[in-house]
């Protein structure tokens, strides 16, 4: 069984603030990890995906095999980053994608 | 590309009543998601179709529950009887084999 676990619902943080989103997972092979971000009034979207090691809009995503982990970072938040934050797992070949349960990012100016 | 499609947006409906939820996917994908977001609760994986096929159901609700993506036309999930417990935000996605992209979702009110 694949469990996508985000222990925070909400996060609030001051502009300039870093910011640390926790994710933690649970599979017994090789997942996809991804992050995606829903802002208010818009549709869900991709932020990121750790197989692509890509930074988007300043945030970065290490996959943690040994701590089960998919934290998403950012040095310094921003007030648009204030949204809904998804972290998201797939196992390998086709899977359907578990998401967990989102955090909550509100950046305080 | 319009990209991922839904209507309605909002839809009320009576206790006992049949709900109809369209998704149009992006041009060229053959991949249809169905999610339900429950108030205060994330995403949960329902079923996964490509063209005539259901190729996952695992999230499905036994009961009253359905879903079909016909060789033309959109991809439906409909519920029969609707109670209030099926109040939720019902999104799609669509891919053409990997990332998967989100439509805006339809948020059904059961009264």
């Known amino acids: 069984a694949q469990r996508v676990t985000q222990p925070e619902k909400l996060l609030s943080v001051f502009k300039g603030a870093p910011v640390e989103l926790k994710c933690n997972y649970s599979?017994?092979?090789?997942?996809?990890l991804f992050w995606y971000v829903q802002y208010s009034r818009q549709r869900l979207q991709l932020l990121l995906r750790?197989?692509s090691r890509e930074s988007i809009k300043g945030f970065t995503a290490d996959l943690n095999k040994g701590e089960t982990s998919f934290h998403l970072k950012k040095p310094f938040a921003q007030e648009e980053d204030s949204a809904m934050y998804y972290c998201?797992?797939?196992?390998?070949?086709?899977?359907?994608?578990?998401f967990g349960t989102g955090t909550k990012l509100q950046v305080i100016p | 590309n319009a990209g991922v499609m839904q209507n309605p947006r909002h839809l009320v409906r009576r206790r006992g009543q049949e709900a109809r939820l369209r998704c149009s996917p992006m041009?060229?994908?053959?991949?249809v998601y169905w999610y339900r977001q429950l108030p205060e609760e994330g995403l949960k994986f329902m079923v996964y179709?490509?063209?005539?096929?259901?190729?996952?159901e695992s999230g499905m609700p036994k009961e009253r529950f359905s879903a079909e993506f016909p060789k033309e036309g959109p991809s439906i999930l409909r519920i029969q009887q609707v109670v209030r417990g099926d109040s939720a935000a019902y999104f799609c996605?669509?891919?053409?084999?990997?990332?998967?992209?989100f439509g805006p979702g339809t948020r059904l009110t059961v009264l």
């Open positions: 996605a669509s891919s053409a084999g990997t990332d998967e992209f």
């Open positions: 599979y017994s092979g090789s997942p996809e």
């Open positions: 750790h197989i």
């Open positions: 998201a797992l797939r196992g390998g070949g086709y899977q359907k994608v578990t």
């Open positions: 041009k060229g994908h053959s991949h």
């Open positions: 179709l490509q063209k005539e096929n259901i190729i996952d």
